[in-house]
């Protein structure tokens, strides 16, 4: 996993403004709707002090209510209007808050798929799929809560304190200074709180992601986990993982039940300094009735962000953790990527492929896995590669759409490096077909269409024909239209291959790449597609890899790896002669090639 000491361009709020374009000036009307809101919370407790000293309880009271009656009504009335002013402006700003959230959640969650799409293999080699599928839901949620409710809580919560103290400040600036002076004590309390539960929300994020890999992985996988009877085990294994977060969530709440008990209690102690200290100054004659109902009415004002400051740092805290998860995607940029320099080709290659002393080392691998590849495949040959497992041979085409960069060599197609290409280009050019087959949840029209959906179905049939799924197809209830399950359920492993050739080839590639396509397909069926590719109608340079002699006898060029190195070269008569690695596997497939050696038969 990467560090989270990663250092980004931006800061996180700086980051979350860029990610409101377009809706910043709605957001900041929001912002003065919470504002608003909360300096109307004053009008209620002001407009209650005032009828008491004006018509309850002020000397003239009884005078007062005969002869301004009608203020009486007005000040009721007022009372009434500001409540009904401050619903709406609440409702208003929840409504942009909202809006808002959504907005700029739509926005990093598009930004980011994108980002996805374009990482290159060492990417997906380094982070987890549940770690990536966290940071696409519960960490971008965290990210618009931020939006649509700690920052409105902020808002609320300071200016509903500033307006009490100023009001405080203005009736009574002695008992307002008696009250407001404890408040100190929360702030400190809660960046206290700041510093035990930061930690704690880190850990928090890391378990969660981790119970969401182990989720992810045995879905995929569920095949596995029902062949080999290991539910019961899989089902333990998520226990602990669930347990691991369930015991951080709770050790991360119980943080702050620690601290809350104090705030609580500096809070309810306002009431009580406002009792004892507004007594004395009543019976002083420094303050009046009416003032003191209007403080005792606006006390909550005080008490209540200070409780809510733990609720808001707690928030924060989880949002600054996923938002380094978020941000860390959000910046990442791929090794792999179009050059400054590098050029369009949309036109189809000829197909010449040159590798020119190539070697390759994976980052976080010890030892290089190709070492001096040199060779050439001229346009519309046949390049075969075979190999012990581990030998490079995958790691060797993998380098031709740029997958992976090599670290010393050159790879030339039409005699152009292959970085001076657009990789839109160089890749929409290069068929792929891989033993290991992923079929999305779509029709075999879909799948077999899915490099270029425009091509019509007559040449979906066609192409299905080429890779010898025609048959099996045309056998299935809906035919083309038959739904596939995900990754192919419902499908053997034969005719996923066939599928996924048949899709290699629906684009036309200018390169066809074959990495042991047909190893789970018969005899019988293999001839025939080898058959039909010779058939093709567009020219195609093409690379199998295949452990099968079937497979790669009748190639141009055969390629035989050792330890990232090729130990020989030749066709098939060729490296048979030379009575090598191709010659003891040839032999081993063919017992009676093998036998009429021994006799001595040609």
Request: charged letters at 20%; proline letters at 3%; one cysteine or more.
């Amino acid at each position: 996993m990467k560090s989270n000491t990663k250092q980004f361009p931006k800061n996180k709020i700086a980051w979350l403004w860029e990610n409101m374009e377009g809706k910043r000036a709605l957001y900041f009307v929001g912002i003065l709707g919470t504002v608003l809101y909360n300096i109307l919370q004053l009008t209620i407790p002001y407009f209650s002090g005032k009828i008491v000293d004006l018509f309850l309880t002020g000397e003239n009271a009884a005078t007062n209510l005969q002869v301004h009656r009608d203020l009486l009504y007005r000040l009721l009335f007022a009372m009434v209007g500001f409540t009904f002013l401050r619903v709406i402006v609440v409702y208003g700003s929840c409504m942009i808050y909202e809006t808002v959230s959504q907005s700029v959640l739509y926005r990093v969650r598009n930004y980011l798929y994108d980002k996805l799409q374009r990482q290159d293999m060492t990417f997906y080699s380094t982070y987890r799929t549940g770690d990536l599928m966290t940071r696409q839901t519960g960490d971008l949620d965290a990210v618009r809560h931020m939006v649509a409710w700690v920052v409105r809580m902020v808002v609320e919560s300071f200016s509903l304190f500033a307006a009490a103290a100023v009001f405080f400040l203005y009736t009574n600036w002695k008992l307002a200074l008696c009250v407001l002076v404890i408040s100190p004590f929360v702030f400190w309390i809660i960046y206290l709180f700041r510093n035990r539960v930061a930690p704690m929300h880190a850990a928090l994020r890391e378990k969660l992601a981790q119970m969401n890999t182990c989720a992810q992985e045995n879905i995929s996988g569920n095949r596995v986990v029902k062949a080999f009877a290991r539910e019961d085990y899989e089902i333990e294994k998520f226990d602990r993982a669930n347990t691991d977060y369930a015991e951080t969530n709770k050790a991360t709440g119980m943080v702050w039940l620690k601290f809350f008990p104090i705030v609580e209690s500096i809070a309810n102690l306002m009431p009580v300094v406002l009792l004892a200290v507004g007594g004395v100054f009543m019976i002083r004659g420094q303050l009046t009735m009416g003032d003191y109902v209007a403080f005792s009415g606006l006390i909550w004002a005080i008490a209540n962000p200070m409780r809510q400051m733990g609720n808001i740092m707690n928030e924060f805290q989880r949002f600054s953790a996923a938002s380094k998860k978020v941000m860390e995607l959000y910046y990442s940029e791929p090794k792999i990527r179009d050059e400054e320099n590098a050029v369009s080709h949309p036109e189809r290659f000829e197909g010449k492929i040159e590798f020119d002393n190539v070697s390759f080392q994976y980052e976080d691998g010890d030892l290089p896995v190709l070492h001096n590849i040199s060779f050439t495949a001229h346009p519309n040959e046949t390049v075969a590669i075979m190999g012990e497992t581990g030998c490079g041979k995958t790691s060797l085409i993998n380098l031709i759409p740029r997958f992976y960069e090599p670290t010393e060599g050159q790879i030339r197609i039409d005699g152009i490096p292959v970085e001076q290409l657009k990789l839109y280009d160089l890749r929409k050019q290069i068929g792929l077909a891989t033993q290991d087959v992923l079929l999305y949840s779509d029709t075999i029209e879909g799948n077999i269409a899915y490099g270029d959906d425009s091509i019509k179905m007559n040449e979906v049939v066609k192409f299905a024909r080429y890779s010898a799924a025609a048959d099996f197809i045309s056998k299935m209830p809906e035919g083309y239209d038959t739904l596939v399950g995900e990754r192919g359920v419902g499908l053997s492993g034969g005719q996923k291959q066939r599928i996924s050739l048949a899709r290699a080839l629906a684009i036309r590639p200018s390169v066809l790449i074959l990495d042991d396509t047909t190893s789970a397909v018969d005899m019988e069926t293999e001839s025939y597609i080898q058959r039909q590719l010779e058939n093709i109608n567009h020219a195609c340079t093409t690379f199998i890899i295949a452990y099968r002699i079937s497979s790669i006898k009748d190639a141009d060029k055969i390629l035989v790896l050792d330890q990232g190195r090729i130990i020989e070269q030749g066709t098939h008569e060729e490296l048979v002669a030379k009575n090598g690695y191709y010659a003891t596997v040839y032999y081993h497939q063919y017992p009676m090639a093998a036998k009429m050696r021994e006799q001595g038969v040609k």
